[in-house]
């Protein structure tokens, strides 16, 4: 297993949360917060140890399905240099290629055009069979959907060729906050077993705390140790780390005032590398 | 090219798309970039060779159309050229949002054969009946759209697709005991609308299975004096805009032919072109009716539907006299 910098992992969390809040804050319109900080620790992780974009022939993939976490992604690219300060700034912004949801562009690592919600996995299962196909068959793609997200039928479809085909290319991570537009998931349309979902359809499922990093590593070691298809539930809250939007579905779309602003970055900055 | 004529007479007779199994096999070489996926569509498509001789080009996601797009999408961007053969109402309707998003917005090589489209599902009925995937499909930014006339133009339009770069969704119309427009190789170019006759006044233009049904109605028209210019408008998207300018300069009346409703298709485009135009040619637009009759055989839902070359001829012959030309 990977022995962790968690002071390094928590500096690169910490500066994404920021890279959210001020990207999020400059283009002024309500933009999801809330599910892009959700998923932030997931995205270093991945991005640390996982994801090389530039390293196209031969690398693993990162599909977010989860299109409403487009601004942590671009948060992300930003702190891995994939993408400059003033690129980031742009984004949601009139004819910004960093637009609201992701937008199709491989060369820095969106491999995916995403915001509607639910077709992330299939877009995957083409990509691993194109690995096959190629001899490629080590190579990873690891897909982030959203909790609310799979309430979406095609993802049922996925799911189900995903096992019987035992993709073990595809690595899917839940960013499970167990909330969504409406409100809490339990009441909106409740998962019942998340453990059951997953292994109905023959893929192997591991629970993790998705803001902790040595939880997550375990998760990942034991997903990449595996010969099959599976998926890692991380159990995140929505809004995490500003104290104002943590589970507060109101910031799933929202805009932020000068005030709000300020004491979100305030909170940040005073997080000394312990969420 | 070469080709055995008789052989595709004989697949055309039991409807176009029984030649898409053929043109696939025969255009793939081992060691190119073609892939096919289809849902529990092989029998359909008619892919037992193609998958004999190609095991690993073949992916069969089962039922589920919209995963198969999806995944058409995902090989395409690794790149891979994918042919995605199924019923036509399952891969427009049912899967718009995966031609739009999954496939044309990220400008992928996908080519969507949307199979049995029109009436050609003869009496499995209004659920299966496909009249509206021209105007779906239509709105797409970056899908080319193209209506095949025949069985010989479809398999040699596959060929072309080998090679054509970017999403594509093509309409095979035409069923069970369907003629043959093209004798030889037409050489279609996609964006090019094909010439079948020129003449004057009136110009027919049709798309799909009417080509046929157009040709017949010139020779009825024949005995009225009347040499219409016929057209097999193949492309619907992108429009054949140079063609049309001079059709529309060079004709009094425009006639559109389509198994498809009215709304939105082969007539729609060409109306939004005239649209333009000054001095437009009046437009008799023709095609299936806005109406879910009860379902019935394929030559009986285009007898309920008007679609005959007697009943375009009758509205031919109404509409000079009403518009006195």
Known sequence: ?275 | MNFNHQELIELTRLGPHAVVGKALTEFTKPFDNTMVVCADSIKLTNLYDFQEQFPDKIVNVGIAEQNMLGIAAGLASEGFNVFAPGYASFLSARSFEMLKSSISYMNLNVKVLGLLSGFANNTMGNTHYCNDDLAITRTIPNLTVISPADGVALYTLIEQLKEFNGPCYIRVTGGIGSQLVYKDDPKLEIGKGKILQEGDKIAIIACGSMVYEASRLCRGLKKYNLSPTLIDLHTIKPLDEELLHNICQNHRLIVTIEEHYVQGGLGSAIAEFRAKLKNAPHQLMLGAKNTYYPGGTYPYMLKVHELTSQNFLEKILQTIQELEL
């Not at chain 1, 994801?51 to 022939?57: A, R, W």
């Not at chain 1, 691993?128 to 897909?143: N, T």
């Open chain 1, 1 to 275: 297993m990977l022995i962790l910098n968690q002071q390094n992992l928590q500096q690169i969390a910490k500066s994404i949360r920021l890279n959210i809040i001020k990207s999020g804050f400059n283009c002024k319109a309500p933009t999801h917060y809330a599910s892009s900080l959700s998923c932030v620790e997931i995205l270093t992780y991945l991005y640390s140890y996982l994801i090389k974009p530039n390293n196209t022939s031969t690398a693993n993939k990162f599909i977010l399905s989860k299109g409403h976490a487009a601004l942590d992604l671009y948060s992300c690219l930003k702190e891995f240099n994939y993408i400059s300060q003033d690129e980031l700034m742009t984004y949601n912004l009139n004819g910004s290629h960093i637009s609201c949801q992701g937008t199709y562009n491989p060369k820095i690592g969106i491999e995916m055009s995403s915001g509607s919600l639910g077709m992330g996995l299939s877009f995957a299962i083409g990509k691993a069979l194109a690995f096959i196909k190629q001899h490629q068959e080590d190579r990873k793609i690891y897909v982030l959907l959203g909790n609310g997200e799979c309430n979406e039928g095609m993802t049922l479809e996925a799911l189900m060729f995903i096992g019987a085909h035992k993709l073990k290319q595809i690595c899917i991570i839940v960013d499970q906050n167990a909330m969504q537009l409406d409100g809490k998931s339990s009441t909106v349309l409740e998962i019942k077993s998340w453990q059951n979902l997953f292994s109905g359809f023959g893929i192997k499922a591991f629970e993790c705390e998705g803001h902790d990093f040595n939880s997550l590593n375990d998760a990942f070691t034991k997903a990449q140790n595996t010969d099959s298809p599976c998926a890692i539930i991380a159990n995140t809250t929505k809004g995490k780390g500003v104290s104002f939007m943590e589970n507060n579905n109101d910031w799933h779309h929202k805009l932020l005032t000068q005030d709000q602003y300020e004491e979100a970055i305030t909170q940040l900055e005073a997080q000394s590398y312990e969420l």
